[in-house]
């Protein structure tokens, strides 16, 4: 099994920063991508960010030039430096992990609990 812990959602008002954390553990041998998605009241889950095991990052277009994905393969975690937040940004945050548990095995995509963001005007 694997678990995703997340950290660092809070309140904030808008033009603030954030700072969310996610550590990978259990039986892992390798994590191919890793990122965030929110889901919003009433909407579906979107994705945030993503960073590639070579760490590539890729972002949704809202985003862009205020969010920062980064990871550190040593403690198969993913960070997620959100600022200048705006009360869209609004959401719970998963962060996620696609794993292989053994050498050739399957890769599975793993989840975390989820973490509240709110962004106040």
């Known amino acids: 099994q694997v678990q995703l812990v997340e950290s660092g959602g809070g309140l904030v008002q808008a033009g603030g920063s954030l700072r969310l954390s996610c550590a990978a553990s259990g039986s892992i041998f390798s994590i191919n991508a890793m990122g965030w998605y929110h889901q919003a009241p009433g909407k579906q889950r979107e ?7 070579g760490g590539r990052p890729n972002y949704a277009d809202s985003v862009k030039g205020r969010f920062t994905i980064s990871r550190d393969n040593a403690k198969n975690a993913v960070n997620l430096q959100m600022n200048i937040l705006q009360p869209e940004d609004t959401a719970v945050y ?3 992990a696609t794993v292989a548990t053994m050498r050739g095995g399957p890769v599975y995509q793993y989840w975390g609990q989820g973490t509240q963001v709110t962004v106040s005007s």
Do not use: R
Request: glycine letters at 0%; one cysteine or more.
């Open 47 to 53: 994705l945030v960010a993503v960073i590639t095991s």
């Open 94 to 96: 998963y962060c996620y």
